[in-house]
């Protein structure tokens, strides 16, 4: 895998952060506003927004089918947070509007013990390192067939999903301290 690698831009994600993290672990990063800016062999679709904006503006700028064709050829996509939850089919955040569909089920307001979950939370998993992440969120998938890490706060929520080179996390690598950086280099790595 090349150390190029394209953060896409939703105009609603935390991009410096992510970018210093990627950069941390040795990649030169784009920032692309469209497809045509892609450089590299990896897509990072970022966190934070909301999952009707961040859909619409996925659209406006022309991203569902490329985002769609990376999936279809099996080269290496990381989703982050609302970008995780995209690519479910909806977001009870914004019911009308449709995600990705590249996998079974919604994100949904969960019964947390506050509003939203900020903070580190342990996860449970045999598919990825075992660590502590950080969690921004108010939405998440209760349960997936692509689950591979789960995260208890009042109720048990998908942590991580993957299937081929699709991976999503709703938790925060880049703000996860030394083992969310361990998590980026693996999956943008393999």
């Known amino acids: 895998m090349s150390t190029d690698i394209t953060i896409v831009d939703t105009q609603a994600g935390n991009l410096f952060s992510l970018r210093a993290a990627l950069e941390r ?5 784009t920032i692309a ?6 450089k590299g062999d990896a897509l990072v679709i970022p966190g934070q927004g909301r999952f009707g904006t961040v859909m619409s503006n996925l659209s406006n700028n022309d991203w569902l089918d490329t985002l769609n064709d990376w999936k279809n050829d099996n080269k ?15 977001s009870d955040e914004d019911p009308e509007t449709q995600g990705l569909g590249w996998f079974n089920g919604r994100a949904k307001k969960l019964k947390f013990p506050k509003q939203p ?3 580190w939370a342990s996860i449970n998993t045999k598919a ?19 689950c591979v890490a789960t995260t208890q706060y009042g109720e048990t929520f998908c942590a991580a999903v993957r ?3 699709v991976t999503g996390f709703q ?18 790595s393999s």
């Open 117 to 119: 979950m900020v903070g």
């Open 25 to 29: 672990i040795g990649k030169t990063v």
């Open 128 to 146: 990825l390192l075992e660590g502590t992440p950080y969690f921004v969120n108010s939405y998440a998938v209760r349960e997936s067939e692509q």
């Open 171 to 188: 938790f925060h690598p880049e703000k996860s301290s030394q083992y969310g950086t361990l998590l980026l280099s693996t999956v943008l």
């Open 76 to 90: 290496t996509i990381l989703g982050i947070c609302v970008g995780m939850q995209i690519m479910f089919e909806g």
């Open 33 to 38: 506003q469209t497809p045509e800016q892609i």
């Open 163 to 165: 299937q081929g080179n």
